[in-house]
């Protein structure tokens, strides 16, 4: 049999030490946090010695740049998780461990379930995360009178590379994957929704992905692993784009516009591939009835994808203001 899917690894788990006391509660996706940050703090050294962030009357010092990334991580975090329990989270009645955060806000940043079983924030929003940490440097840059758009400019230039990390955790997790497909790179992962094989077209779909199943029970069908295109475009792919840019920009908060809009696009298609979440489904749709796990038209609109028109509006909207800021300052001076 020629088998044109992958499995996802089974040696992988969520838990770093699974199974080990206490150190079973260590994930990889919180680990996969503090490198990003790391990664965001390294590549801001890098721009402090080129003097990207220094301006005539005052040069930027490493301790600025290690305030200025603490307090975005703050807001970030609030952000993301204020935003995922509030936009993404949907209350389920006939569900024990669903809880409304409208009307009980106070267990957003709970890490317990109802049973009192410990399990972390689970559930984090990156366009939460970009208006948390955006506010967050705005808030410092105000605060310690520094120009925000130069800062911001530094900080998108860092961003995507620690993105990666990200969406690496989310790919050991096993969580976020994508649509099914019959492409020879799509993957199994064990907690996804299984099909029944009564069906007919999840047998011809197995089928072609050189599955060798029976005509009953349950089957789990490839998807695209769509945490690590993300990883590769929405990262590395724009990370490299801003990198080259960075010295070449016409105009302060031209890197911060061309990280929004880069992400904006690039997710926006990206989000035709992953799966939305069942409890959601599509917020605009031409077919009401359409399955979320399959791509049946391009005018089926998930949340992600209209949080992801709203960031290109408002990476428009950054080059614009930026641009007659610019342009104001040049004619007085």
Known sequence: ??????????????????????????????????????????????????????????????????????????????????FSTLVYNQYDPTNPNSVNYWTHPWLIFWPFDRTGRFTGLAGMSYHGGYIGGLLGMIFWCVRHKRPCMKWIDAMVTAIPLGYVFGRLGNFLNGELYGRITTMPWGMVFPGAERFSLSIRWVREFAEKCGMNVMNTGLVNLPRHPSQLYEAFFEGLVLFTLIWLLHKKKPFDG????????????????????????????????????????????????????????????????????????????????
């Open 1 to 82: 049999m020629n088998f044109l899917y992958i499995n996802y690894p089974s040696w992988i788990h969520p838990e770093i030490f699974p199974g080990v006391p206490v150190l079973g509660l260590v994930r990889w996706y919180g680990l996969m946090y503090i490198f990003a940050f790391g990664t965001a703090f390294f590549i801001l050294k890098k721009l402090l010695k080129e003097g990207a962030l220094d301006t005539p009357e005052q040069k930027a010092t490493e301790d600025d740049i290690f305030s200025f990334i603490a307090t975005g991580i703050v807001f970030l975090l609030i952000g993301a998780r204020v």
């Open 254 to 333: 031209f890197s911060a516009g061309l990280y929004t809009i880069g992400y904006g696009f690039v997710r926006f298609f990206i989000e035709y591939f992953r799966e939305p979440d069942a409890d959601i489904g599509y917020r605009i749709a031409a077919d009401t009835n359409a399955p979320i796990y399959l791509n049946t038209s391009l005018l089926n609109i998930s949340t992600g994808q209209i949080l992801c028109f709203l960031m290109i509006l408002t990476g428009i909207g950054m080059w614009t203001g930026s641009w007659i800021v610019s342009r104001r300052k040049k004619m007085s001076a």
